[in-house]
C-alpha cells in the first residue's frame, strides 16, 4: 500500500497518505487487514476505540487515541546518522510540540473485551 509513498530519507515525505483514521468509521485498511486474519468487521469495532489516529512513518509508528489524546509511540527504530530526521514540521510532529515530551520508547498495546 505504501510502496510509492514510502522514503526513509525523507520520513515525513508522504506522511498524510500514511496516516490511519477511525473516526466512527473504520478505515479501509484496518478492514482488509482484519478480514485476512479472519476478524470481522463488526468484532474489529468493538476491539478498536471509535476515534484512533495512527502514524506509519519510516522509523516510527506512533497513535493517538481521541481528538485530545496524547500521541503515543508504538514502535521506534534507530534513524540512519545520514537522515534529515524528523524533518519538517507535520501535524503530528506539530501536536507533539504543543504536548510534553518524554523519552520515547517502545510499546505494546493490547486490547481486551
Same mark, same amino acid.
Given at each position: 500500500?505504501?510502496?510509492?509513498?514510502?522514503?526513509?530519507?525523507?520520513?515525513?515525505?508522504?506522511?498524510?497518505?500514511?496516516?490511519?483514521?477511525?473516526?466512527?468509521?473504520?478505515?479501509?485498511?484496518?478492514?482488509?487487514?482484519?478480514?485476512?486474519?479472519? &476478524?470481522?468487521?463488526?468484532?474489529?469495532?468493538? !476491539?478498536?476505540?471509535?476515534?484512533?489516529?495512527?502514524?506509519?512513518?519510516?522509523?516510527? @509508528? #506512533?497513535?493517538?487515541?481521541?481528538?485530545?489524546?496524547?500521541?503515543?509511540?508504538?514502535?521506534?527504530?534507530?534513524?540512519?546518522?545520514?537522515?534529515?530526521?524528523?524533518?519538517? &514540521?507535520?501535524?503530528?510532529?506539530?501536536?507533539? !510540540?504543543?504536548?510534553?515530551?518524554?523519552?520515547?520508547?517502545?510499546?505494546?498495546?493490547? @486490547? #481486551?473485551?
Amino acid at each position: 500500500h505504501y510502496r510509492h509513498h514510502w522514503f526513509p530519507e525523507k520520513p515525513f515525505k508522504g506522511s498524510g497518505y500514511r496516516c490511519i483514521r477511525i473516526n466512527h468509521r473504520m478505515d479501509p485498511i484496518i478492514g482488509r487487514a482484519a478480514g485476512r486474519v479472519g &476478524l470481522s468487521l463488526a468484532r474489529l469495532l468493538q !476491539l478498536l476505540p471509535r476515534e484512533l489516529t495512527l502514524w506509519v512513518d519510516p522509523f516510527e @509508528v #506512533s497513535y493517538r487515541i481521541g481528538d485530545d489524546g496524547s500521541i503515543c509511540v508504538l514502535y521506534e527504530a534507530t534513524k540512519p546518522p545520514s537522515s534529515s530526521y524528523p524533518g519538517p &514540521l507535520t501535524c503530528k510532529n506539530q501536536m507533539m !510540540l504543543a504536548c510534553s515530551a518524554s523519552p520515547s520508547k517502545n510499546y505494546i498495546v493490547t @486490547v #481486551s473485551s
